[in-house]
């Protein structure tokens, strides 16, 4: 029997399930958002209408050892920026109340396991802030999908322990594209966010950049 990766996936909240590949999490973090809507705007009605949620899509492989081609999608009603978080665990058992147990050892990239990022494609939209999260950089339209943010995450031969399973987790955030200040205030500098400006005309987050992938 293989050991298993545990790898909460969306629904309106959480679900988790097992899995030899990743873990997501698609987390509404749209507060910010909102309270501008309601509080700046005066628009009453689009706060009580519009819908932003983010959603996570993926497959995998048919072994569950490699999970490919991640991407968010916009669950929403109305134009959405994007942006994730990407952390890597070691998780073994359960406590009483049901919380994971998470071990302090670090998964080793490339030793335990392999990710393949779909940040330099020619396409790609995704920048790597100076924050540590990843911002796909154009509004994605209600329904729509960004490009892949990783290609393919790969459990390594030496990952594979009866004692553990490694947990790939991703948090998916989304807020409302327009006004442009929503994103401002909601991931701007102010709020230890990472985007600087937005382009007027193409609606194009400017990013304050990170090292790595």
């Not at 999260?133 to 030496?158: H, M, R």
Request: contains cysteine; negative net charge.
């Amino acid at each position: 029997m293989r050991p298993s990766i545990e790898i909460p996936r969306q629904r309106r909240g959480r679900k988790r399930t097992l899995i030899v590949a990743a873990c997501l999490v698609a987390a509404m973090g749209c507060a910010g958002a909102f309270a501008w809507f309601h509080t700046e705007s005066g628009l009453l009605n689009m706060f009580q209408q519009a819908k932003v949620t983010p959603g996570i899509d993926e497959t995998f492989g048919s072994d569950y050892t490699v999970k490919r081609d991640v991407t968010l999608k916009n669950d929403g009603n109305v134009n959405a920026y994007m942006r994730a978080s990407v952390s890597v665990r070691w998780e073994t058992g359960k406590r009483e109340d049901g919380t994971a147990l998470i071990l302090d050892e670090v998964p080793v990239l490339d030793t335990d396991y392999t990710m393949d990022w779909g940040l330099d494609s020619i396409d790609s939209k995704w920048v790597r802030g100076v924050d540590g999260l990843y911002y796909w950089t154009e509004p994605v339209a209600a329904g729509a999908s960004t490009k892949n943010l990783i290609d393919a995450c790969t459990l390594s031969p030496a990952g594979s322990r009866s004692d553990r399973h490694l947990v790939v987790e991703i948090d998916a955030q989304s807020v409302q594209a327009d006004p442009k200040d929503a994103v401002l205030e909601a991931w701007g500098a102010a709020t230890g966010g990472a985007v600087t400006a937005v382009d007027e005309a193409s609606k194009t987050l400017t990013i304050n950049p990170g090292g790595g992938a």
